[in-house]
């Protein structure tokens, strides 16, 4: 099993800036990549970014790429996500997810095998 908390979000003016936490325990030698969804009041559950547990290779969604930055720290079990030019729309509850085969579809999140909580994220125009 693996266990995820998320932390670092909260409210902010739009333009600013929040960097999100990831922090894994348990079994995270099994982790094979994680991603960050999000998903606002009444839509679906939304990809913003996934990075490689063991690696460096990252991919975004076309609303964040540019403005969010996903790096990870071995050492520590997290992975991050700053997110800078925050807009009104980038208001959501923010998930952090781990996925153990390395070979799914990291855009979907029905490829993650495990969760967290999530932390809200409001963007305030």
């Known amino acids: 099993q693996v266990q995820l908390v998320e932390s670092g979000g909260g409210l902010v003016q739009a333009g600013g800036s929040l960097r999100l936490s990831c922090a894994a325990s348990?079994?995270?030698?099994?982790?094979?990549?994680v991603g960050w969804f999000r998903q606002a009041p009444g839509k679906e559950r939304e990809f913003v970014a996934a990075?490689?547990?063991?690696?460096?290779?990252?991919v975004y969604a076309d609303s964040v790429k540019g403005r969010f930055t996903i790096s990870r720290d071995n050492a520590n079990n997290a992975v991050y996500l700053q997110m800078n030019s925050l807009k009104p729309e980038d208001t959501a509850v923010y998930h952090c997810?781990?996925?153990?085969?390395?070979?799914?579809?990291?855009?979907?999140?029905?490829?993650?095998?495990?969760w967290g909580q999530g932390t809200q994220v409001t963007v305030s125009s």
């Open positions: 997810a781990a996925e153990v085969s390395g070979f799914r579809n990291l855009y979907l999140s029905s490829s993650y095998n495990y």
């Open positions: 348990g079994r995270t030698f099994n982790i094979a990549r």
């Open positions: 990075i490689v547990w063991s690696g460096s290779s990252s």
